[in-house]
């Protein structure tokens, strides 16, 4: 059964479990310029789509990277390049995941001390915290995955609310497309 939207305190809680992740990638001091991982494959990427405007993949890298390579070249047209920049764009996507996710724990019907505490485990786990200081496909995955599971959520609040026939059909094809363009795009980044 899904619960009625957030209330003040929810969204209080989950821009507290967004100041938490944050807080918790400024710790690790992410601040190197230098690649992690595989992600310099992925920001080479990124570089060759900023300057022309052309998805090339370079070889090396197995994952696809549609959206993700389209943010990160956001980012260094914005910026400029460096590693720290394509890195960091990553930041608030990471952010987002944990307000999502303790959204969706709330809208399952979670108390909200065990929805912090599930977003939390989640998002501060020693799997998401180095991946969200790099520009890995995994957070930009995640974030685009939840996403997409929250717009169907909005789906199926709207066609269980009883509402006047246009507006009810309003809003859900406007969340309906939310999550399928959040599902579509989160595609484009992982492996299949």
């Known amino acids: 059964m899904v619960t009625s939207p957030p209330k003040n305190h929810d969204v209080r809680n989950a821009c507290f479990c967004a100041g938490i992740v944050l807080a918790a990638i400024a710790l690790t001091v992410p601040i190197a310029e230098s690649a992690v991982c595989d992600d310099w494959s992925f920001t080479k990427t990124a570089l060759d789509l900023a300057q022309t405007g052309h ?10 990277l549609g959206a993700q ?3 990160g070249a956001l980012f260094i047209k914005l910026f400029g390049f460096s590693f720290l920049a394509v890195r960091l764009s990553v930041v608030p996507l990471a952010a987002g995941c944990a307000a999502l996710l303790y959204v969706l724990h709330r809208r399952a019907s979670l108390p ?12 501060l786990s020693p ?3 180095p991946n969200a200081a790099s520009f890995m496909t995994d957070i930009p995955a995640l974030f685009l ?4 599971i929250y717009g169907y959520v909005r789906v ?3 066609l269980d609310a009883p509402e006047p026939a246009a507006t009810g059909r309003n809003r859900l094809w406007g969340w309906l497309l939310f999550g ?3 599902g579509l795009l989160g595609g484009t980044v992982r492996q299949t």
Do not use: C, E, K
């Open 55 to 64: 998805l090339h993949y370079n070889g090396w890298a197995t994952p696809m």
């Open 69 to 71: 390579a389209y943010w």
């Open 112 to 123: 909200p001390g065990l929805a912090l505490f599930g977003a939390l485990t989640i998002t």
């Open 127 to 129: 799997i998401f915290i």
């Open 145 to 148: 995955f939840l996403a997409s």
């Open 156 to 158: 199926a609040d709207v």
């Open 180 to 182: 399928l363009s959040a």
